[in-house]
Structures are given as C-alpha cells and as structure tokens.
C-alpha cells in the first residue's frame, strides 16, 4: 500500500530554474492538494483539485503552476523558482467523504532550496 | 472566518509526565477535528479525529482529544509521555459542510526530555 508518494524527496536549485515535484497517489482519491510549510507560517495551501482536469487556487498560488491530467497524478512547477520559494512542500490527498470527516492524508514532503 | 490557535508553540516535558496540548478554533459552521504528528523529516500523519458521538476520542498509541463545542476546544491529552512522541503536533479543522477546506494550527512542538 504505497499510498502517496512524492519526488524528489530533496532539490537544490538555482534561482530562475523551473523545478517539478511530482506527486503519485494510489487511493484514486478524487481531491489532491499541494502545501507548503514555513517556520512560523504552518500549513500553507497552494492548489488543489477536486478531480482530473479540475485544479483552483489556495492562499499562496502565485509562482505556481499544477495539471491534473489523470486522477493518480498531481504535480506541482515552480516557473522560476525564487529564494522565497524555499520551503517543504507536502502533496496530500483525500476522498472528501463526509462519514470519514473528509480526512487528508500527506505524503512524506519535498525538500526543496533554492539558491 | 474559521481559524485554528494553537498557543504552545513548543512544549518541554520530562518522561513518563502527562501533556497537554492545547487547540481552540472559531467557527461559525460544524466542523470536524483532527489532530496531526509529524516526526522530523516526515509528512503529517492523522492521530486521532473528532466526527460526530462520544466527545472523547482516542488514538492507538495513547493520545486522547476531547471536543469542547462550548470552549470550541480540542485539546490533546496523553498521561504518560515517551521519549519516542517527541515530534511536532497539529490541530487542524475541517468544514463540516464537505468543501475542500482544511484549516491547520501552526503546530506545537513537543519534546519529551529524559
């Protein structure tokens, strides 16, 4: 049962570059979600979407870019990554059932520095 | 607005002590709580959540949270601590209206001293 996993686990990048990080779940939960998490800032949502083809915004979208092409795959690309885009970015997911209290589940994080 | 507080940012405590973390939130709809763990360099795992029933919630390895609707409330209880819970906890609610909106704390770290 693998559940969520994202790569890389770790990036070092140069400020400008155009990084990836890829998430993989396989609950075929319909929503997936991208956040990041700062010291002193929590849990940030980037993007999310509620199912193949359909992606919104969150609170800090700017610099941002997902797809959803299929229901397993949600990845996350930084355009041209800045140093304030140094941060650790949690992919998650749920099925949005209410009996279930629409429980999330995180994958493991991506650690990502931008230099 | 909905929002989660979480007043410890950091919480000491000795082996085998009791904890309290405390969780308040302000919502003007249902909502259901959850509490996460996260142990460094790992992702948030769910250790407990509050739907609906008894208000005391418990998870499997000894953590208890009691939802207080007249304190809007959600503290987390364990009597006796190990070294090994040593990780940072997040309180976080979710609308109980089905949307995609969760809502975190900013976390409390606790660290079990021995």
């Known amino acids: 049962d693998a559940g969520i996993t994202q790569s890389p686990r770790y990036k070092i990048t140069e400020t400008g570059r155009q990084v990836t990080l890829m998430c993989h779940q396989t609950w075929s939960h319909s929503y997936m979600f991208w956040y990041r998490q700062d010291l002193g800032h929590g849990l940030r949502l980037i993007y999310y979407s509620a199912a193949a083809d359909i992606t919104d915004k969150g609170e800090v979208p700017d610099g941002y870019v997902v797809s959803r092409s299929k229901t397993e795959n949600f990845p996350l690309t930084l355009e041209s990554a800045t140093r304030s885009q140094t941060s650790v970015y949690f992919c998650a997911s749920s099925d949005m059932i209410r009996v279930s209290g629409n429980t999330i589940y995180f994958g493991e994080g991506s650690w990502l520095t931008v230099v | 607005a909905q929002s989660v507080t979480q007043l410890d940012s950091q919480v000491p405590v000795f082996e085998e002590a009791p904890v309290e973390l405390r969780c308040n939130y302000s919502s003007s709809v249902s909502v259901y709580l959850f509490w996460y763990v996260q142990y460094p360099n790992q992702g948030l795992q769910l250790l407990l959540k509050?739907?609906?029933?008894?208000?005391l919630v418990e998870s499997i390895n000894g953590f208890e949270a009691e939802f207080n609707k007249s304190q809007t409330s959600f503290h987390l209880r364990k009597p006796s601590v190990h070294i090994s819970d040593t990780a940072e906890y997040f309180c976080a609610v979710s609308l109980g209206s089905g949307t995609y909106k969760y809502i975190f704390g900013t976390g409390t770290r606790l660290k079990v001293l021995a």
């Open positions: 509050y739907l609906s029933g008894s208000t």
